[in-house]
């Protein structure tokens, strides 16, 4: 199982350039999470999803969009890069049938720098 | 809006010393999670507490749950250097996790 995985590892953008950011899982995992984390920092959450087709705001929703056409990839757009965004991403996928008791799993990061 | 402060915000301490970590909330949250985080890599789970005044055990480290269940701690025992990193806790909330502020430990050798 590779579990969670993210691509690309480090990027760097220019102001106002776009990009996505890529997120897979396979273990059939129905919850799927993205969150940023600034130096130092802990998580805050962006965006989550609790099945394909279907996703929410999370904390800090701003100048970001999410799309979960399937159960495996969840995907992250950045528009319009800011510097305000340069952080490291992390994606991360959780099951559970009771909502108490599910773990996350963590994919590696993305890690962007926006000059 | 939930938050999660935790205390210290940086720990450097020598080997073989205790030291407690605190989650605190003024929200009620159905469970609570522990990470530990080393750099370059993403947070790993290290114990769920769901239930009141729950206590687990994992080798050195003892995990809390307040029984009003809107705090937490985490306790090391004798810490060595393998325990250095970045410690999160994570309250649950509908299909959504509210992460604390972290602890950044450093355990000297």
Redesign the interface.
Known sequence: NAG?TQTPKFRILKIGQSMTLQCAQDMNHN?M?W?RQDP??????IY?S?GAGIT?K??VPNGYNVSRSTTEDFPLRLELAAPSQTSVY?C?SSYSKT??????Y????TRLTVT | TQLLEQSPQFLSIQEGENLTVYCNSSSVFSSLQWYRQEPGEGPVLLVTVVTGGEVKKLKRLTFQFGDARKDSSLHITAAQPGDTGLYLCAGAGTYKYIFGTGTRLKVLA
């Open positions: 969670v919850y999470y969150y130092g920092m802990g998580l805050k959450l989550y609790v929410d999370g904390e992390f991360a909502i108490s008791s599910y773990e996350q963590f994919g590696p990061g």
